[in-house]
C-alpha cells in the first residue's frame, strides 16, 4: 500500500484560501487514482474530490464545484486540494485517499489513507 501524509491545514477567515498537500511514498503514485474526503464535527466522513491518474479527470461533490480544485504532481507524489472561497461549513478534517480502482465517491474503493488534517474556517 500506498503512505499518505497530508499537511497545509489551519485557521483561515471565511472567504480566504488554502491549499491542503498530501505526499505519498511506498508504491507507485501514478498507479493511483487520488481522492480527498472530509469528516466535520458530529458527522459522516464525505466525499470531496478525486482525480484519476494521469489528471485528466477530475470529479468533485457538488458543494465545492467552482471553489475546490484538485490537481497532482506525479513526478513530485504529491496529490494538492486548492480550496478558495471557503465557508464555516467547509470546517473538517480533511484526508486524502489512494485507491488503485476506478475513480469514485465511496469511502470503501479507497484502500489507503492519510492521517488527517484539520481545516477551520472563521465565521
Known amino acids: 500500500q500506498v503512505q499518505l501524509i497530508e499537511s497545509g491545514g489551519g485557521l483561515v477567515q471565511a472567504g480566504g484560501s488554502l491549499r491542503l498537500s498530501c505526499a505519498a511514498s511506498?508504491?507507485?503514485?501514478?498507479?493511483?487514482?487520488m481522492g480527498w474526503f472530509r469528516q466535520a464535527p458530529g458527522k459522516e466522513r464525505e466525499f470531496v474530490a478525486a482525480?484519476?491518474?494521469?489528471?485528466?479527470?477530475?470529479y468533485y461533490t457538488d458543494s465545492v464545484k467552482g471553489r475546490f480544485t484538485i490537481s497532482r504532481d506525479n513526478a513530485k507524489n504529491t496529490v494538492y486540494l486548492q480550496m478558495n472561497s471557503l465557508k464555516a461549513e467547509d470546517t473538517a478534517v480533511y484526508y486524502c485517499a489512494a485507491t488503485v480502482r476506478m475513480m469514485g465517491t465511496l469511502q470503501n474503493q479507497y484502500g489507503s489513507w492519510g492521517q488527517g488534517t484539520q481545516v477551520t474556517i472563521s465565521s
Open positions: 511506498g508504491r507507485t503514485f501514478s498507479d493511483y487514482t
Open positions: 482525480i484519476s491518474w494521469s489528471g485528466g479527470r477530475v
